[in-house]
């Protein structure tokens, strides 16, 4: 199956800093890439869609200043997560899907901690 | 919004059979996954249904009722691996994959 990537896995930082997590789609070209995060033994969250070339949609109550998602091209999209607190420590996960492509596929997560 | 609701846990023996339901209310709907996830990883993709019926792969099988609102995902000859999260999820009218809260599934020897 088609395979999407993250990185990092795991990132610990301290509260102010920003953190970038990338996600690419590896063997094929994702027009659209979302964001979710997981909090622990909870479903996940979307908090944006993000096609390529243009800018993201946020779900409600997700702040778009603080989590900035870039999709400059079809196999790369960024989250960043700008001046970090610790209630921001959680599990994000990307999922990328290609033109008319029926699933989604997961990138492996990004563990944040912020201390 | 989406409501998906399915069961919070359940536990079975190793090389017995459990079925796992979904119930949803969606604005619209394209399909419904369901998906694998264990501790600390991130989902993995088990089945998709999009039409009324039974979908049969391996060990595991999905059944959809689009009329009722209602999935169950069916693990057969369990095994101690399958141990994990089950999330149940469903594409709405808008095609922004709305997830169940996940049933956690426990194999026991």
């Known amino acids: 199956g088609a395979v999407v990537s993250q990185h990092p896995s795991r990132v610990i930082c301290k509260s102010g800093t920003s953190v970038k997590i990338e996600c690419r789609s590896l063997?094929?070209?994702?027009?659209?890439m979302f964001w979710y995060r997981q909090f622990p033994k909870k479903s996940l969250m979307l908090m944006a869609t993000s096609n390529e070339g243009s800018k993201a949609t946020y779900e409600q109550g997700v702040e778009k200043d603080k989590f900035l998602i870039n999709h400059a091209s079809l196999t790369l999209s960024t989250l960043t997560v700008t001046s970090a607190h610790p209630e921001d420590s959680s599990f994000y996960i990307c999922?990328?899907?290609?033109?008319?492509?029926?699933?989604?596929?997961f990138g492996p997560g990004t563990r944040l901690t912020v201390l | 919004g989406q409501n998906i609701d399915q069961p919070t846990e359940m536990t079975a023996t190793e090389g017995a059979i459990v079925q796992i339901n979904c119930t949803y209310q969606?604005?619209?709907?394209?399909?419904l996954f369901w998906y694998q996830q264990h501790a600390g990883e991130a989902p993995t993709f088990l089945s998709y249904?999009?039409?009324?019926g039974l979908e049969e792969k391996g060990r595991f099988s999905s059944f959809l009722s689009r009329s009722k609102g209602y999935s169950y995902l069916l693990l057969k000859e369990l095994q101690m691996k399958d141990s994990a999260s089950y999330l149940c999820?469903?594409?709405?009218?808008?095609?922004?994959?709305?997830f169940g809260a996940g049933t956690t599934v426990t194999v026991r020897a």
């Open positions: 999820a469903v594409i709405p009218g808008d095609y922004k994959l709305s």
């Open positions: 969606t604005s619209g709907f394209n399909g």
């Open positions: 063997d094929f070209q994702a027009t659209t």
């Open positions: 249904n999009v039409l009324d």
């Open positions: 999922s990328a899907r290609e033109l008319a492509g029926r699933e989604g596929y």
